[in-house]
């Protein structure tokens, strides 16, 4: 998608802080990072959120989801991490190209949803 911030890192039209890359995915720091270890995780593939996923997009996100623990570990997150989806704007989803938030780095992440 032409206007896409995500889609113009993919293409690197844009500068990240790649940390991972191969023919179908990205991974790059958060800009805002919510912890010490925040990266994010997108196909190249522009994919609007996971409402938008259809079935032949299964390996390719069986691939993201796989990718996730393994760039956790390599960035410091052995004791854990936390993967995030926000989908739609009732999700908080500010940008629409599907990514998976990985935060970690800290020795316990706070909890996430509070009630209110």
Same mark, same amino acid.
Request: no cysteine; net charge neutral.
């Given at each position: 998608m032409e206007n896409c911030i995500f889609c113009k890192i993919a293409?690197?039209?844009?500068?990240?802080?790649?940390?991972?890359?191969?023919?179908?995915?990205?991974?790059?720091?958060?800009?805002?990072?919510?912890?010490?270890?925040?990266?994010l995780l997108i196909p190249k593939l522009h994919i609007d959120s996971l409402i938008d996923v259809q079935d032949i997009?299964?390996? #390719? #996100?069986?691939?993201?989801?796989?990718?996730?623990?393994?760039?956790a570990k390599e960035q410091g997150c052995e004791n854990g991490f936390r993967t995030i989806i926000n989908t739609g704007p009732?999700?908080?989803?500010?940008?629409?190209?599907?990514?998976?938030?990985i935060i970690g780095g800290r020795e316990?992440?706070?909890?996430?949803?509070?009630?209110g």
């Open positions: 293409r690197k039209e844009i500068p990240s802080n790649k940390i991972y890359e191969d023919k179908d995915i990205l991974a790059f720091n958060d800009i805002n990072p919510a912890a010490p270890v925040h990266f997009h299964q390996s #390719l #996100l069986g691939k993201m989801l796989s990718l996730a623990p393994q760039l009732a999700g908080g989803q500010e940008i629409f190209h599907l990514h998976f938030h316990r992440l706070p909890g996430m949803i509070h009630p």
